[in-house]
């Protein structure tokens, strides 16, 4: 969990005050948790709810507030609530200021595999595919390596897409990373982390602008 936090908190970094933000399935909604108290942040769940407050507490539970990933939440004062083609209008429409989503892969062309592994029941890629192309930033936030301790990082993504050259910046415990046409930067190191343990677990081929 503590790898985990040290990926949400540099993530919370990345959104400002009145920003409207779509967090994704897993990790990404534990940001909801994490805004500092004078921030004002819209959160948008692509399952019809703009305004989405920290997670309850046990009192606060309200079975019919929930995220897209069926997790109960909170609503903040002001929240609205509206059918599934009104969320997906805003998310086409370009209204997304910020889409912070997990990752199974990231490639150094700023592919991003996040929805399936062949073999496994999934139930869909849920509003992912459309998210990567209406949000005006995608930035991915996953662990630099899996549970066999490969690269997560690849010079080509192995799973099966959810978009090609969509991600703008990769957060991971190890570092930050940007794609600009194509391309693959490193421009910033976790506190703790050098170089040398970034190149050792990384697949992918990047250039160094720190």
């Known amino acids: ?22 967090l994704g399935i897993g990790m990404p909604t534990l940001i909801a948790n994490e805004f500092p108290s004078d921030y004002n942040v819209f959160l948008q769940s692509e399952n019809g709810m703009l305004g ?3 997670y309850p507490t046990e009192s606060e539970v309200d079975a019919d507030l929930i995220n897209a990933g069926k997790e109960t ?14 969320s997906f209008a805003m998310i086409r429409g370009g209204h997304i200021d910020v889409a912070i989503l997990g990752g199974m892969e990231v490639s150094k062309a700023g592919d991003l595999a996040n929805w399936m592994i062949p073999g496994k029941v999934v139930k869909g890629m849920g509003g992912a595919m459309d998210l990567v192309v209406g949000a005006k930033k995608v930035i991915v936030i996953m662990e630099h390596t899996n549970k066999h301790g490969e690269s997560k990082v690849k010079n ?16 991971t415990e190890l570092a930050v990373f940007d794609f600009v046409d194509g391309q693959m930067y490193l421009t910033e190191l976790q506190d703790g982390v050098t170089l040398e343990e970034v190149k050792e677990n990384t697949e992918a081929t990047f250039e160094v602008r720190i």
Do not use: Q
């Not at 985990?4 to 009145?18: N, S």
């Open 156 to 171: 080509t993504c192995t799973l099966p897409l959810t978009g090609k050259g969509v991600v703008h910046r990769l957060i």
């Open 1 to 22: 969990m503590e790898t985990r936090m040290k990926i949400i908190r540099r993530a919370v970094k990345e959104i400002k005050d009145g920003m409207y933000v779509n």
């Open 52 to 54: 989405i407050g920290p």
């Open 73 to 86: 939440v909170t609503a903040k004062a002001g929240a609205a609530y509206f059918d599934s083609a009104e």
